[in-house]
């Protein structure tokens, strides 16, 4: 099977996961696309991935141009998206405001692979924001107090293994 990885990133996250699902796949013809690079031509392969990162409650502009750009094309392909972000409980809200409901419903796979929070993986004002939700997370509110139920975001290495496994089942 020919796929292509088709993604844009902001800190490397989505890039990192790219590679990552490349592995996982790695029986198969998979070609990585960074979006700030290039729009590739998608004839010739026979499952499409889409990948971005949440920034700030939303998906990166070049991604949410990519799906509107390309619906008609992606509505005809096997496709499959993945998200990478800090806030995985918000994850379906995401999808649902990114991708329309019949890519969502035609999809091969709309999985959610994690996130980072390290701050050195940004730069300018992401940074600074990036810094703000780390001292948060692991400072805690407004009382100093360390906010039990969280943790710093991860890429989550079962969720692209699922992911594959997904990709691969519709040969």
């Known amino acids: 099977m020919k796929i292509a990885v088709i993604y844009v990133t902001v800190g490397g996250t989505t890039r990192e996961c790219a590679e990552l699902l490349k592995k996982e796949l790695k029986t198969h013809d ?3 696309f960074d979006l700030s ?5 998608l004839s010739g392969y ?4 889409v990948g971005f990162p949440i920034r700030m409650g939303r998906a990166m502009k070049k991604a949410r141009n990519y799906i509107k750009t390309h619906l008609e094309k992606l509505k005809e392909c096997r496709v499959a998206y993945y998200i990478c972000c800090g806030f995985v409980d918000c994850f379906d809200e995401y999808a649902e405001k990114t991708i329309p409901d019949v890519l969502r419903e035609r999809a091969v796979a709309v999985s959610c692979l994690g996130g980072s929070l390290e701050p050195s993986r940004f730069k300018g004002l992401d940074k600074l924001v990036v810094k ?4 948060e997370i692991l400072g805690g509110g407004e009382n100093g107090e360390q906010h039990r139920d969280m943790s710093l975001p991860t890429i989550m290495d ?6 594959a496994d997904k990709i691969r089942s519709v040969q």
Not at 37 to 41: L, T
């Open 132 to 135: 703000a939700v780390r001292a």
């Open 46 to 49: 026979d499952t499409i991935v």
């Open 37 to 41: 690079e290039s729009d590739p031509e």
């Open 30 to 32: 998979v070609d990585l």
């Open 158 to 163: 079962e969720n692209i293994s699922q992911f």
